[in-house]
Structure formats: C-alpha cells, structure tokens
C-alpha cells in the first residue's frame, strides 16, 4: 500500500544537508544528519535544532474555551493566566490518555495547544466531537512550523533573554516573527520557536547561522529518555492511566474533568503497575516490547550516549518499582540484570 | 570519526554485507562498511561465546547502534577461536576501521571448501548496486 509521506518545509533544507530520512506518523522526518550520538552530544553541551513541524497546533477560543478545555484535560487551567503554558493530558472516559500535550494560555479565552503528530487528528476530533456553543476548535497546523532549539547554550545562541519555563512571548529573531515558548522535550533549557510556514526556511537558516547544530528525531528520542518525558504510543496511551505512568501530578482530580473517576480511584487504591526507569547493570540494550521478570514489559529502551549504557522505561508491579530494586529483562532470549533508579534518568549537573 | 567507503580487494564477501579474511585454516570476519553505516555507530556488541560453533549463512552474534538492531551473518562455518574484545569494549571501533581493529571473531574452519562460494570484492559492489 503506498502512501505518500507528509512533508515539512524544512524537508528540501533536510535532504540538502544530508539527512537520513525516515517515515514517521505519516511524515518523512530527518532521523540523523551526522549521527545520533554527536547530536544527543551537542544538546548536551550546546545547543541543537530540531524540526518538529509535523506536530499539530490547535486553536481553542471563544467564551467557553476555558470551560470547555477544563472539561477535557487533565491539569488545572485555572492555575495558568495568559502567557504561561501548561503540560496537561487529554484523557477518555476509562482514564487513559489520547494525548500529552502542551496548552499554551493566549488570552482568558483563547488557547493553544501543541500536539503530538500521531494523535493531531484523533485529538481534534476528540474536541470537535465535545465541542460546546461558544467554543471555536480548528486544526491549525498546516499554517505553521516549529523548531525546537534546545542546550544550555540555546538561549543565548538565538539571542534571547533568559525567562522562566513554561512562558512564552512574541519575539523576532533575525527579522522572523516567532512565538518563543520557553518548553522542549529534551530535559535541557532551551525553546520551541513557531512561526508561519512560509517563514521556516529563513528561521531554519537563520539558527544554523548561529551555531546552532541540526538534530534528528534520532538524538530527540535518546534526549527525552534520558530525561524520562514519557513518548505516547510507547510508554503513555489510550489503554494507561497517568497514575500508573508517573504523570499524577498532571491531574487535578479534584476538578472535573473525563475519567477524573476512574483516577480517582487509581489514586486510593494504589497503581497496580507503575512506569518505572531503569539502567543496565550489564552489557545490553532494552528495546520496547522486551519483559520484565514478574510481570512487567519495557516501553521505551536504548542506549544513554551521555552514560554509556543501556537505559528503559518499563512498567512493571508495583512491588517491584522501588529505586534500586534489581530487574531481569528478556533481551532476545537472554536474561540481562538492571537496576531501577529515580527519574530522571541523566540529569546534567549545575 | 568513521571509516570513508571501501571494500578491500583481498576480502572475500558475503551478500549479508559480512567479510571474511581467510588465511591458511582459519579465518577473521567482520561487517562491511555499507553494513556500519547502514546502522550507524555501534553501542553493542553481542558476541558468540568462545569455542561456539557458527555455522555458514546463520547469525552468530547481534550488533546494535542507538537505533536499531542487526544479527551478524556468518560468512563460512567453523568454532569460534577468539572474539574482539576491543569491540566489546568500543564497538564504534566498527565504523572507524571496519576491517582492520574493527574485526569481529576468528574461527577455524570447519569446511574450507565454503570459502569458493564467497564473493569477491567485484561481485560485491554488484550486491550494493543492486540495493
């Protein structure tokens, strides 16, 4: 069956500088230029840029935008005013999550909310579908593109101020209108620049003129596992609750929202399973989908560039989720120690 | 830094994209340059044990990159006579000397006659044009 791959307009910029360009959620990413490790490397210790214009951007305005949003997320909006962001979850009735997401506060009544480009189209129907009088959802995202500049250098690079994370502001880097959201998905400072489409090319060179080193969704899935931000599709879904998930704090359960119940009731009787992180206490590289000993299965799993060795994420029986408890992973056949430790996994020091 | 692409002249090559160095009863076999960077930089290694027996067209170990993972196709039979234990250690030595430091294991061999269905280093760069 063929099916012709989404492209970004960064795609002809991705092919010229020698990208390995893979299928992915429907689009054709560049998954390295260099290579995953000196890119995971450069945002560790300077700063990277990563096109992540595939995600979805919906728009949500109108004088019951904030109720309506209330209704269907996770986090409290109540606790964010215009220009600050919040991580929140779009969760359904049985308490499992369609989508992680960022929910960025443009005005008392109009949002933003930036999506996972797997779930752009499950997410807008989910809202259309729930759509009440005097609430506007429309699908953005084709009007837009995204970068994500990200490495404690990254700031500084572009030319901006220093800003707490989680706000955001209209800025012009080198004559390119963008919306700075000082976010990212990397576990470094760093932000996520949106400008209109037919700008990303001129934002695009304008970065790289500065230093700043393109990077692959290669290193981006290496960075956020390092950091533990849960990837939905592996680790977060429809089928799994974010109590188990470690995402609770996500949840205002004491505001109504869909499933709010069923965690409610996660919550006092305690997860059966949990997302736990784990290292490698022996040569090996964890995979997602590989059991774990007792009763558990590995979701996110590959090989820490800044640590050396293989690391995971995994859900397995509450038990068993302690730091420091000691797992015995099913790599291909063979059973491999590991150890589970607090997220984040690498944590860069100062 | 990895390797710039060759295919030595006195290898001989297995369609897998594995070579084989074949000197007197024994030989020493690795990945070719196309199969490193296919992958990208190798993190693991998973080698067969000492004195494991490999068998011609079987996998006999396991070479992973950040990425993705990739059993390694025995070129010709034998018992394995040592393994690489500089690639255990670095397996990114792979990609930057892919026939040299870069080796993977030595065996005996067990059927030499193997070593006449092997391709030559012309034959080879065919299978790659082909890809």
């Known amino acids: ?350 | 830094m990895a390797a710039a692409e060759t295919y030595p002249d006195d290898l001989r090559y297995h369609e897998e994209h594995d070579w084989a160095r074949v000197d007197g009863d024994e030989a020493i076999l690795g990945i070719t340059w196309f199969a490193a960077d296919a992958l990208g930089e190798l993190v693991h290694f998973e080698p067969p044990a000492e004195g494991a027996t490999v068998t011609k067209d079987a996998s006999y170990g396991e070479v992973e990159s950040v990425k993705a993972v990739s059993d390694v196709i025995a070129p010709l039979s034998g018992e394995v006579v040592a393994v690489n234990a500089k690639v255990v250690d670095a397996p990114e030595t792979v990609n930057e000397d892919p026939y040299g430091e870069g080796w993977l294991i030595r065996i005996r061999l067990s059927n030499p006659s193997e070593v006449d269905s092997l391709l030559g280093v012309e034959a080879y760069k065919q299978v790659l044009a082909e890809q």
């Not at chain 1, 999550?97 to 929910?103: Q, S, V």
């Not at chain 1, 984040?344 to 020091?349: A, V």
């Open chain 1, 1 to 350: 069956m063929a099916q012709t791959l989404q492209k970004t307009p960064l795609h002809d910029r991705h092919v010229a500088l020698g990208a390995r360009m893979v299928p992915f959620a429907g689009w054709e990413m560049p998954v390295q230029y260099e290579g995953v490790i000196p890119e995971h490397r450069a945002v560790r210790t300077d700063a990277g840029v990563f096109d992540v214009s595939h995600m979805g951007e919906i728009e949500v305005e109108g004088p019951r935008a904030h109720e309506l949003l209330q209704s269907l997320l996770s986090n409290d909006l109540d606790k964010i005013a215009p220009g600050k962001a919040q991580y929140t979850l779009l969760t359904n009735e049985r308490g499992g999550i369609i989508d992680d997401l960022i929910a960025y506060r443009l005005g008392d009544c109009h949002y933003l909310l930036i999506v996972n480009a797997s779930n752009r189209d499950a997410d807008f129907r989910w809202l259309k579908d729930h759509e009440i009088r005097g609430s506007d959802v429309r699908d953005v995202s084709d009007e837009h593109a995204l970068l994500a500049v990200q490495g404690p250098r990254a700031i500084e690079r572009l030319g901006l101020d220093p800003a707490k994370a989680f706000t955001f502001a209209e800025e012009t880097i080198d004559g390119v209108e963008v919306m700075v959201n000082r976010t990212g998905y990397t576990g470094e400072e760093g932000c996520e620049l949106l400008c209109m489409a037919e700008d990303a090319v001129r934002l695009w060179d304008a970065v790289l003129a500065r230093g700043v080193v393109p990077c692959g969704l290669g290193a981006r899935d290496t960075l956020r596992l390092e950091a533990c931000y849960p990837l939905h599709g592996n680790d977060i879904g429809p089928d799994t609750d974010p109590i188990s998930a470690g995402l609770g704090w996500t949840c205002a359960l004491d505001k109504e929202f869909t499933g709010v119940e069923l965690l409610r009731r996660v919550k006092s009787e305690g997860p059966a399973r949990r997302l736990v992180a784990f290292v490698m206490e022996e040569k090996a590289i964890p995979r997602h989908g590989m059991a774990i000993e007792g009763g558990g299965d590995v979701t996110s799993g590959s090989h820490s560039p800044m640590l050396d060795i293989g690391i995971g994420m995994g859900y397995v029986p509450a038990a068993q989720a302690a730091p420091d408890t000691e797992l015995t992973i099913d790599v291909r056949g063979k059973p491999r120690k590991a150890r589970v430790v607090k997220k984040p996994i690498y944590k860069r020091e100062g």
